[in-house]
């Protein structure tokens, strides 16, 4: 591990090796929608309407000035906005025309790096989305100026036009093409053997221009899969795919193609589970359908992106203000199995609807580090880093469930015992007995959380005091030496 690493080693290895799947198993990743983070000049009054659909104003270095608001929330990794030049307004990043060329709006290529040595500097890995499903371009199809659309200058580059109708045919999501006449979207060929081969090429000049870490790969079921095994392995870097359906047997299976996929179908359950208060077995069958399923389930669970936000879905506290609820679906999140990502916004509780209402400015909040949830979030992640780092056997093991009823769930991930509850803020105090717990019988277990501290029973279970719906996470104290976490 670099980070283990003298400085000065540090920084040459940067050079030679890229960051894989195992270096990211232990990361936890912060998702910065660029426009939307901070201003150069730090200001926290800008005004930025998210109805207008325009820039906002946030820049790369105004990013790299704020990274101790992220790192001191327990990050280890950034993930930011597409970097390619775009079409006018299309402050989010995913309508490019160049993909030589980076975002002006953003800043320039030398902050970017700049960026990146920033981040590495702090032992932070830094995670660019990249779009190699299409360009775009402000006008009806029938109209593409391809002359503009810089490496893909020919129609050649791209499918025949066909329009999208049936979501249910593969080929058709794979060959036709997003958008209308607002904005069209021409779909890469990357079927074609040039095509890709210019794709691999930029993916591979793209990661070591900018030292980049990771890719967060946009649009990937409207590409064809056997594109990604040779592009990724081109980057030389660890690869995490959207694949936006809960459908688990339509997602999963994409794992077999690059290293990670976002965990949309266990997205799903988490909001019905903590959002909806539905039967906490949805996230028992949830989490089963990664592993039980053979080849329509997950390759390694401990490599998908967990998160239960992001830019494209209207946010947790949209549509409920209780805090425990969410501090369960967070505590889930953040010590799962997969590797967690956080969208900005969820620290300060914003509560914004369906894009673009959930793309709020992140500086309007003041960039507050004492709200409940920055807190929250930098505890959990505290308490994830700090045992990763002192147990081999941690990042490895996968979630168990030992027991669960419709309101609450214990779960086991090596020495982390987890109790969630969806039962919200206004759920009594109550005394839930734990059952299979297998802790030390005789030795004291602390509750991270709340930090209160319970004896174990001669079954290895204790007596847990149930508050208001708060989840608990409880550690034996001998695992939380060094921490500074509840005084250890
Ligand atoms: C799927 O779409 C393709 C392309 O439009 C078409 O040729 C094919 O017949 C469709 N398949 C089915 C089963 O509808
Ligand atoms: C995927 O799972 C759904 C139910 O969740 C089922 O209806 C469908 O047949 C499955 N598809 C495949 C290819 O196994
Ligand atoms: C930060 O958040 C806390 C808790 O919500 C609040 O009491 C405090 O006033 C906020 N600070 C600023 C500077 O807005
Ligand atoms: C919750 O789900 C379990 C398992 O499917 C079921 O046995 C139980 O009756 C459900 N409880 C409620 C309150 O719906």
């Known amino acids: ?30 998702q910065v929608l660029t426009d939307r983070f901070s201003w150069t000049d730090g200001s926290t009054t800008a005004p930025c309407d998210v109805a207008n659909n325009m820039y906002c104003g946030g820049t790369w270095k105004g990013l790299e000035n704020k990274l101790e608001y992220i790192k001191n929330m327990g990050f280890t990794a950034v993930w930011i906005s597409p970097i390619t030049e775009q079409v006018a307004n299309a402050y989010h990043g995913y309508y490019q025309t160049d993909l030589y060329l980076v975002n002006s709006r953003f800043g320039t290529a030398e902050d970017l790096k700049s960026l990146a040595s920033t981040l590495h500097s702090k032992g932070m890995y830094l995670m660019v989305d990249i779009v190699p499903n299409h360009m ?5 199809p029938d109209k593409v100026d391809y002359g503009h659309l810089g490496t893909f200058n020919h129609p050649d580059h791209f499918h025949s036009y066909c329009p999208m109708h049936n979501m249910e045919n593969q080929t058709e999501v794979e060959d036709c093409w997003l958008g209308d006449c607002s904005m069209t979207l021409p779909d890469i060929k990357t079927e074609n053997t040039q095509v890709a081969g210019e794709m691999n090429t930029w993916v591979k000049t793209l990661v070591s221009d900018y030292s980049i870490d990771g890719l967060r790969i946009d649009s990937v079921k409207n590409v064809n899969k056997d594109f990604f095994p040779p592009f990724c392995q081109s980057a030389g870097v660890f690869c995490m795919g959207e694949v936006s359906e809960g459908e688990a047997n339509y997602t999963y299976p994409y794992q077999s193609y690059m290293d990670s996929v976002l965990d949309y179908p266990l997205y799903y359950a988490v909001t019905r589970v903590f959002q909806q208060q539905s039967n906490m077995s949805d996230l028992v069958v949830g989490l089963a359908a990664c592993t039980e399923n053979g080849e329509m389930g997950c390759k390694d669970p401990t490599l998908l992106g967990t998160f239960f936000e992001n830019h494209d879905n209207p946010r947790f506290a949209h549509t409920t203000q209780d805090l425990s609820l969410v501090k369960n679906a967070l505590a889930f999140t953040l010590l799962g199995d997969g590797i967690p990502i956080v969208y900005q916004g969820q620290e300060q ?50 979630t168990r469930v030992l027991a669960y009823t419709a309101t609450e769930l214990q779960l086991r991930k090596d020495t982390i015992r987890i109790i969630l509850s969806n039962q919200g803020e206004k759920a009594p105090t109550w005394t839930l007995k734990t059952q299979g717990m297998e802790f030390e019988s005789g030795k004291t277990v602390v509750d991270v959380l709340s930090c209160a501290k319970y004896g174990v029973d001669g079954n290895g279970d204790a007596d847990v005091q149930m508050e208001a719906g708060e989840p608990v996470v409880l550690v034996d104290e001998s695992a939380l030496g060094g921490s500074s976490l509840c005084g250890y």
Request: glycine share 8%; charged share 15%.
């Open 1 to 30: 591990m670099r980070s283990l690493l003298p400085t000065a080693v540090t920084s040459l290895l940067q050079v030679c090796f890229a960051a894989d799947a195992a270096d990211w198993r232990s990361r936890s990743i912060y």
């Open 136 to 140: 775009a371009f402000p006008g009806c």
């Open 349 to 398: 509780h914003y509560a914004g609807g369906d894009d673009p209402g959930c793309r709020e400015a992140l500086w309007l909040s003041g960039f507050n580090t004492t709200s409940p949830l920055y807190k929250h979030i930098a505890l959990l992640n505290n308490l994830r880093n700090h045992i990763a780092a002192h147990r081999s056997t941690y990042l490895g093991y996968q």
